[in-house]
């Protein structure tokens, strides 16, 4: 058995645009309700939802049967929970709030075999196919989505020399996080949240980075993928959840009061 090629780390090798959708329910059933819509690339959160091991491997497994490609990202840069990710099966890793080089060292190494890093060795795992997969120590490394999130002004500062680090795949930029560090605390669609992001964004494509990020603004979306970001999640489960049921909700009660 051979290692499948992953089509999220390919693509954006390629430059070819990937739409994605937030995923934050923790749930595989609420999973499989996503998981025939076709996004490129779904994200798996485990930072700011309550998702664990077992929740996880819940929705690995709906989506490895379909045409998105599971990303997850782990609450924080820790080379022993990465371990157990990636053994775990996951496909590409969102590292959160990196803040320097060292740390994106770090965030890589936790993701590569030794000598080229410090991730543990295990013959036997759901990402092997406990075994049965021949070629896996040879080409994880290379099919491995890896991406570092930049969420404050300091880590932009830097974005160029983090984003040269080897093995960094893609970077991203977390709008909500980065208002907060610049005094606009739930603004992350503000102009000068972007007003920062932008440029370092442009710097890294123009070296041939992949750039992404979360908005909640379908046009917003389709009008970064059309200025060069290569991945772009346009939506997360539950706001849309939210959002829809309070609309639907409020449409009826209109209704019955016009």
């Known amino acids: 058995m051979k290692l499948p090629v ?28 996503v998981a025939p819509g076709g996004y490129d690339w779904v994200l798996l959160d485990m930072e700011h939802s309550p998702n664990e091991l077992g929740t996880l491997l819940g929705q690995l497994e709906v989506f490895k049967s379909s045409s998105s490609t599971a990303i997850v990202r782990p609450q924080w840069n820790d080379p022993v929970l990465v371990k157990r990710l990636l053994d775990l099966g996951a496909e590409g890793l969102l590292f959160p709030m990196i803040q320097s080089v060292e740390e994106a060292e770090k965030a890589v190494a936790s993701t590569r075999y030794p000598p080229r890093g410090i991730r543990g060795v295990s013959g036997s795992t759901r990402a092997n196919a406990f075994g049965r997969i021949t070629d896996y120590f040879q080409r994880i490394e290379d099919e491995t989505t890896v991406i570092l999130q930049l969420e404050t002004k300091t880590a932009i500062a830097q974005a160029e020399a983090i984003a040269a680090v080897d093995g960094v795949s893609g970077i991203f930029f977390g709008p909500a996080d980065i208002a907060a560090d610049i005094g606009l605390l739930g603004k992350p669609m503000d102009a000068a949240v972007w007003d920062l992001i932008m440029p370092a964004a442009r710097k890294l494509m123009a070296k041939g980075v992949p750039v992404g990020t979360l908005v909640l603004d379908a046009d917003f979306a389709a009008k970064l993928l059309q200025e060069g970001f290569s991945f772009v999640a346009c939506g997360t489960d539950a706001s849309l959840l939210a959002k829809n049921s309070d609309q639907l909700l409020a449409k009826v009660k209109n209704t019955l009061e016009s």
């Open 6 to 33: 992953n089509p999220f780390t390919q693509a954006i090798r390629k430059g070819e645009k990937q739409i994605g959708l937030w995923i934050s329910l923790c749930s595989p059933f609420a999973a499989e309700v």
